[in-house]
């Protein structure tokens, strides 16, 4: 997780290290460390913010009644990045392909799976998964602007039939504005 402490009531003395020790508590679901000792702290004050990074220990301690905002933001995991684009690939894959092997032949043991079929096989996915750039910078993009967190777009949705009828429309004073479920990028 990146995660952004804001504090937004009363004060409390932050402590992190890059460099610990991670065995952790028994007996919890939360990850706290055994041991933890720090390398730098802070004082936060109402409307301050402390960004850290992944895999920074951090340790907080009220200094007073106080209140602190924790904002997470977790990275995709590599497992969900490439079962994302494996999907992506095979919504692209025409349904009439088959398996087919001309030169299958009678073998000893019919519950076996030969060298040749694994070796077909094997290249047959090997085939459908080369990444092209073109193909995995449309996907990557599709996937980072995709709405997370059940994120919605509420807004009215107007098809316009040209750029010159939006123009138009923009003209008679409204306004376009962005929804807050789109995530406008570029690569």
């Known amino acids: 997780?990146?995660?952004?402490?804001?504090?937004?009531?009363?004060?409390?003395?932050?402590?992190?290290?890059?460099?610990?020790?991670?065995?952790?508590?028994?007996?919890?679901?939360?990850?706290?460390?055994?041991?933890?000792?720090?390398?730098?702290?802070?004082?936060?004050?109402?409307?301050?913010?402390?960004?850290?990074?992944?895999?920074?220990a951090h340790h907080g301690v009220a200094l007073n009644e106080c209140m602190t905002c924790s904002v997470g933001f977790?990275?995709?995991?590599?497992?969900?990045?490439?079962?994302?684009?494996?999907?992506?690939?095979?919504?692209?894959?025409?349904?009439?392909?088959?398996?087919?092997?001309?030169?299958?032949?009678?073998?000893?043991n019919p519950?076996?799976?030969?060298?040749?079929?694994?070796?077909?096989?094997?290249?047959i996915v090997a085939e459908q998964l080369t990444v092209t750039d073109d193909s995995f910078l449309r996907w990557f993009g599709e996937y980072c602007s995709e709405p997370r967190s059940g994120m919605q777009n509420d807004m009215p949705q107007t098809l316009y039939t040209s750029c010159d009828e939006m123009i138009s429309v923009l003209h008679k004073d409204r306004i376009i504005s962005q929804s807050p479920a789109s995530m406008f990028l570029f690569i």
């Open 1 to 56: 997780y990146d995660v952004f402490l804001i504090q937004t009531h009363g004060q409390r003395r932050w402590m992190i290290n890059s460099d610990y020790d991670d065995a952790c508590l028994e007996g919890t679901e939360l990850r706290i460390l055994a041991h933890f000792s720090a390398a730098q702290e802070w004082v936060l004050e109402p409307g301050d913010m402390l960004y850290l990074p992944p895999n920074i």
């Open 74 to 108: 977790r990275a995709p995991a590599t497992r969900n990045l490439v079962s994302e684009y494996a999907e992506c690939i095979a919504s692209g894959i025409e349904h009439s392909l088959r398996y087919e092997d001309p030169e299958l032949v009678c073998q000893p």
């Open 111 to 123: 519950a076996e799976i030969d060298t040749h079929a694994l070796a077909r096989v094997k290249a």
